[in-house]
Nanobody
């Protein structure tokens, strides 16, 4: 399974960005997908996850109400809409896929990872 994340960039605090993750190599709808992020000098942390059919989602408390995870199974693409960004959201964002079929927040349970896309939020 190959994952290609894109959409990162520099944005001012209060602004918005939408990340995308193109997936190939496996039936996309069979994969539970997640977004994680890693800030400088910090461990990679869970951001959001979505079920294969898109009906179920889970968010980290730090992004709840500001970020929205979604997917388009016809386009084999995962999205993360990020609104009301703050400097604390600055990180490299990674998309990931897991094959167990359960919404999981642990970074260790995901089987496949994209290369990451950098989001920088200026104050």
């Amino acid at each position: 399974v190959q994952l290609q994340a894109s959409g990162g960039g520099l944005v001012q605090a209060g602004g918005s960005l939408r990340l995308s993750c193109a997936v190939s190599g496996r039936t996309f709808s069979s994969l539970v997908m997640g977004w994680f992020r890693q800030a400088p000098m910090k461990e990679r942390e869970f951001v959001a996850t979505i079920s294969g059919n898109g009906d179920s989602t889970k968010y980290a408390d730090s992004v709840k109400g500001r970020f929205t995870i979604s997917r388009d199974n016809a386009k084999n693409t995962l999205y993360l809409q990020m609104n009301s960004l703050t400097p604390e959201d600055t990180a490299v964002y990674y998309c990931a896929a897991e094959t167990v079929g359960v919404l999981i927040t642990s970074v260790y349970e995901y089987d496949y990872w994209g290369q990451g896309t950098l989001v920088t939020v200026s104050s």
